[in-house]
């Protein structure tokens, strides 16, 4: 398969684990430069260092929340090349609790992080693009986008706002050569369980228990597959599912 992505500068939010750092990885093989961005340094400065050492790119690191609108505009303003891919990643989800009891502190780290973080890197990095007349936006949506399901109300809520958003902005980009996408995974096993379920392992392997879900690497390659399509190619969007799971709810275990 040809490879379009060499030389490019991939962004991408939330690379310190999961989807991110798998995306981030796949880029910087096929000889992608990455800006990976997250709140956890360490992480960020030990994913450069295996980078550079593995791969004949130059990597960057930031560190910052995507909640943080000055701490995104500082950061897109100290970007020293042009950013041909932005993978809007970063997000999570708090808690499966009922609309009745649920934290509403938990709602805002969601809407904060999932939208407005998102909205945010897009509004920054967009204009460039259009000026450029070229570029990729990748938003990580989710099954969650597309369905809703108990217990999922605001998180459901963000990834159906991700969808729409990233509806608009191919329309708003409309006779641009920009390209919009996103990608919409069932379950993958990341760190994202233990995140929702606030550090409790037990609870966030039980989503897995009995079942092959899918893996960060599975989507990573979905993200690649749509940057490196020949430029007259949008792909707007991918449902993907694990085999066993055929639904937000309906997810096949082995014991069943
Ligand atoms: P992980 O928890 O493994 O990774 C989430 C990443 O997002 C981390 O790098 C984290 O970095 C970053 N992040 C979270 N909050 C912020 C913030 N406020 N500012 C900056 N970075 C932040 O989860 P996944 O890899 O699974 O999740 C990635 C995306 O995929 C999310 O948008 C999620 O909603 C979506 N998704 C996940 C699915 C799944 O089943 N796992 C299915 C469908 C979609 P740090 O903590 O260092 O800031
Ligand atoms: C994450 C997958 O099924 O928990 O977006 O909504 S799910």
């Given at each position: 398969m040809q490879?379009?992505?060499?030389?490019?500068?991939?962004?991408?939010?939330?690379?310190?684990?999961?989807?991110?750092?798998?995306?981030?990885?796949?880029?910087?093989?096929?000889?992608?430069?990455?800006?990976?961005?997250?709140?956890?340094?360490?992480?960020?400065k030990e994913i450069?260092?295996?980078?550079?050492?593995?791969?004949?790119?130059?990597?960057?690191?930031?560190?910052?929340?995507?909640?943080?609108?000055?701490?995104?505009?500082?950061?897109?303003?100290?970007?020293?090349?042009?950013?041909?891919?932005l993978v809007n990643n970063a997000g999570?989800?708090?808690?499966?609790?009922?609309?009745?009891d649920a934290e509403l502190d938990d709602w805002d780290t969601m809407i904060d992080t999932n939208v407005k973080g998102l909205l945010t890197m897009t509004r920054l990095i967009a204009p460039k693009m259009k000026e450029r007349n070229s570029g990729h936006i990748i938003n990580i949506g989710s099954i969650a986008g597309h369905e809703s399901y108990p217990g999922g109300s605001v998180y459901c809520s963000t990834k159906h706002a991700v969808k729409a958003f990233t509806e608009a902005t191919k329309k708003d980009l409309h006779g641009t050569n920009v390209r919009v996408s996103m990608v919409s995974p069932g379950l993958v096993e990341t760190e994202f369980s233990e995140v929702r379920f606030?550090?409790?392992k037990e609870r966030a392997d039980e989503v897995y228990d009995n079942?092959?879900?899918?893996?960060?690497?599975?989507?990573?390659?979905?993200?690649?597959?749509?940057?490196?399509?020949?430029?007259?190619?949008?792909?707007?969007?991918?449902?993907?599912?694990?085999?066993?799971?055929?639904?937000?709810?309906?997810?096949?275990?082995?014991?069943?």
């Open positions: 490879n379009r992505l060499e030389d490019k500068w991939v962004l991408i939010t939330g690379a310190t684990a999961g989807i991110g750092k798998a995306t981030a990885e796949l880029f910087a093989e096929s000889g992608a430069n990455v800006v990976i961005t997250g709140r956890r340094t360490e992480r960020l450069k260092a295996q980078f550079e050492q593995e791969y004949a790119i130059e990597v960057e690191i930031a560190s910052f929340d995507v909640r943080d609108r000055e701490a995104c505009q500082s950061f897109v303003d100290g970007l020293s090349n042009p950013i041909d891919i999570l989800a708090k808690g499966t609790d009922a609309v009745y606030k550090g409790d079942m092959k879900p899918l893996v960060a690497q599975d989507i990573a390659e979905i993200v690649h597959f749509m940057a490196n399509r020949p430029p007259h190619v949008n792909i707007m969007d991918t449902i993907v599912f694990p085999t066993a799971q055929s639904s937000s709810t309906m997810v096949h275990r082995d014991n069943d």
